[in-house]
């Protein structure tokens, strides 16, 4: 071999990467994008946030990582707002850090706005977009860092810059893409019941356009200054441009549900509450001591028998003061809206829940199908129409707006021939049966209905839960009717 050949031999090793190290070249590069990504996200949550000022209220705006994504407003200590504005990994977060107290009271007593809408919303704009810029900032000098110190190569700290840009490109390019400015009007709350009404706010307070979002969140920071402003005294929500009426399942004997109405009723300007029956276990006139409880409500009570309710129950509910027995096909108008339901057919107190045999299942058809043809002879439909089990709502499809029924203890929805029919829950948590083995602990299951009082057409629902025996924590979910089980294609 000559020297010459030699010596190109060794120059071209010197250059080369040897073949067992380039064998690991693609794990290398997998390795750098890795690294610097974890580290661009670490330091994105821990190291981004900017303090906005938003009118009278202090916060803390900054980006957390969900599989969900969304927006979450963080009120201490009444509890927690989320909206599914968009799809992750990118989460807005804000946080409330402290409240002009005495600013905001000052203006409620002497009747002075708090500042306005589009005063906050530019507030708010101004402090997504610090964030934006805090983030671009943070993020790729976190990954240049990291890179360098992991791998020592100047080609690696590119690499890793260049990969965590693109990521965090990514993440807001389908936060986006994904937006929905309807989600806004949809919030979902968590924390103590009293203060819920305030912080969700009016039913039609969301705006649809593309700046919706920092105005649905200025409108939030007003309701927060205002709750802290008035010291507990809440203010008027959701409004009187719609029809607010609370609707109950399945109380089976528990007394607590009824103080749960009853904050419900104070806190929310409920009009009248519709009961889709199984209001007792066994129908027996020693279980009536318990409907006395309806009366101290205070507002019209339109009930239908569920199938562990008796003709005694039934009988003892219709001579209440507030109470209107809905049974037969006669349709009644209660705060502006018309109703109509019947009965159960069926008597079974023994029976656990259960879907119905074939026998049972035409039973039930047959009841709705009475009224069905009870309806059609008056002449005058209902807005909304109230029965006990699914089956008998089906021969109500295509013939009125809203069916509500309840007895299977958990929530369901459907859209047939254009009749929209909700199930709820048990508003009783299935009630004192859940002591005896049988159904096991549930959670009080309640819904705010939101009805056009020109129409009583559903404008929204709220679908409130509380959480077993206690009534502090809830669970507060807004749902806009064009939300509610589409119609299949």
Do not use: C
């Not at 009118?55 to 009120?75: H, K, M, W, Y």
């Amino acid at each position: 071999m000559s020297p010459h050949a030699l010596s190109f031999d060794r120059h071209r090793h010197a250059r080369d990467v040897p073949p067992v190290l380039d064998r690991y070249r693609p794990l290398r590069l997998l390795a750098v994008v890795v690294v610097s990504v974890a580290a661009g996200a670490a330091a994105l949550v821990t190291l981004v946030g900017v303090r906005a000022d938003v009118g009278p209220v202090e916060a803390r705006l900054s980006l957390g990582l969900s599989f969900e994504g969304g927006t979450a407003v963080d009120v201490p200590p009444v509890g927690r707002l989320t909206m599914g504005t968009h799809a992750g990994p990118l989460q807005l977060r804000a946080d409330v850090r402290n409240v002009d107290v005495e600013a905001v009271t000052a203006m409620i007593r002497r009747g002075r706005p708090l500042p306005t809408v589009e005063t906050m919303s530019a507030d708010v704009r101004s402090g997504v977009l610090g964030l934006a810029g805090r983030s671009v900032l943070v993020v790729l000098p976190a990954a240049a860092l990291v890179s360098a110190l992991v791998f020592r190569d100047r080609r690696a700290v590119l690499l890793g810059t260049g990969a965590a840009a693109g990521a965090l490109v990514l993440s807001a390019g389908v936060a986006a893409a994904t937006f929905s400015s309807e989600a806004l009007e949809e919030p979902q709350y968590e924390g103590l019941l009293a203060q819920a009404p305030a912080l969700v706010g009016g039913v039609r307070g969301a705006a649809t356009a593309v700046d919706a979002y920092s105005a649905r969140l200025a409108e939030l920071t007003g309701n927060v200054a205002q709750l802290y402003g008035a010291l507990g005294s809440l203010p008027d929500v959701p409004g009187p441009d719609t029809t607010a009426v609370l609707w109950v399942s399945d109380v089976h004997n528990n007394p607590a549900a009824y103080g749960v109405m009853r904050e419900l009723i104070d806190q929310f300007g409920i009009q009248a509450v519709v009961d889709t029956g199984d209001s007792t276990d066994l129908g027996s006139a020693a279980e009536n001591v318990v409907l006395d409880r309806i009366e101290d409500l205070g507002v019209p009570y339109l009930w239908v028998r569920g199938n562990h309710d008796s003709a005694t129950t039934q009988n003892y509910l219709s001579g209440l003061s507030n109470v209107t027995v809905l049974d037969g096909g006669d349709v009644v108008e209660v705060a502006g809206v018309r109703w109509a339901g019947v009965g159960d057919p069926r008597y079974t107190p023994v029976k656990r829940v259960a879907e119905p045999s074939e026998v049972g299942r035409l039973e039930l058809r047959a009841a709705g199908r009475r009224l069905a043809t009870a309806l059609d002879q008056q002449g005058r439909r209902p807005h909304v129409v109230l029965v006990h089990e699914r089956p008998m709502a089906e021969p109500l499809f295509g013939q009125v707006p809203l069916v509500l029924d309840g007895h299977v203890h958990e929530r369901r929805e459907r859209r047939v021939d254009g009749t929209l029919e909700l199930t709820l829950g048990s508003s009783g948590g299935a009630g004192l049966r859940t002591f005896d083995g049988g159904d096991g602990a549930l959670p009080l299951a309640m819904s705010i209905l939101h009805l056009d009082p020109s129409d009583g057409s559903l404008v929204a629902v709220d679908e409130v839960t509380l959480a077993g025996i206690g009534r502090d924590a809830v669970t507060f979910q807004r749902r806009s009717a064009s939300s509610l089980a589409p119609e299949p294609e």
